[in-house]
Every structure is written in C-alpha cells, then in structure tokens.
C-alpha cells in the first residue's frame, strides 16, 4: 500500500510522492493462515517442486472460516500459518521462496490484520 507524503524540494515549492510501507515483519497477517487461501496454481507448483509437506499441510483437516478465525471443522483454532516461523523476534516463513500467491501478493498496510493498517 502506498501512502501519500509532502514535501517542500529544494526550490521551496512542495512536491507530493508516495511511498511503499515496509513489512515489520510482526506476523500479524500469517495469523489468518493465509495456506488456506492457496489456489489451483499454488498446489500444482507444489506438486512439480515434490513439496509433499505443504500438500500434507493443507490436507490436515478440513478448515472452514468460522467469521472471524478460521478453525478446523472437527473444532480446533488455527492460531497461525503452520509455516510462520519466529527467529530473533521477528516472523519469517520456513516457504517464502514458494508462498501461496495470495501471501506474495499481499501487501503490508492494505488489511486490518497488518500492524501497519491505518484507516
């Protein structure tokens, strides 16, 4: 999400621009387990790349979204993406080179999820 900023240039007129947010990498949005999401595209390309561990993941019981989490529908709560992992207190994913589309194209700022959301 681009934010808009001013700023006076060196003629002293002002100049508008925008600005990408910055991850913080806080794992706020791997709390939805984003996994959930994952479309026919990602799951053929985990076939071809023999990511059996991420099929199996996604085969661990059905989740279904209960209106705000998403839950498995034998009754347990997801309390995050599998696949977050914490090193040095900041979120990583142990799949970021093969992430589900829906998690490469997600941007910081742009959902109430993000730590960065402003409204």
């Known amino acids: 999400m681009a934010i808009r900023f001013m700023r006076i240039n ?5 100049e508008h621009f925008m600005k ?3 991850c913080g990498r806080c794992g706020k949005c791997c709390m939805a387990d984003m ?6 595209e990602d799951i053929a390309r985990w076939r071809s790349e ?3 561990d991420i099929l199996a993941s996604l085969d661990s019981g059905e ?4 209106g ?15 696949f977050l992992k914490r ?3 900041l979120a990583c994913c142990s799949i970021y080179d093969t992430r589900p589309k829906v998690c490469r194209e997600f941007q910081a700022g742009t959902s109430r999820l993000c730590s960065l959301w402003t409204d």
Request: include cysteine; aromatic fraction near 6%; hydrophobic fraction near 30%.
């Open 10 to 14: 060196s003629t002293g007129r002002i």
């Open 20 to 22: 990408e947010k910055a």
């Open 35 to 40: 996994s959930t999401f994952a479309d026919d």
């Open 50 to 52: 023999g990511r059996g």
């Open 63 to 66: 989740k279904v979204w209960a």
């Open 68 to 82: 705000d989490r998403i839950v498995l529908s034998g009754g347990g709560r997801l309390s995050s993406c599998s």
């Open 87 to 89: 090193e040095n207190g």
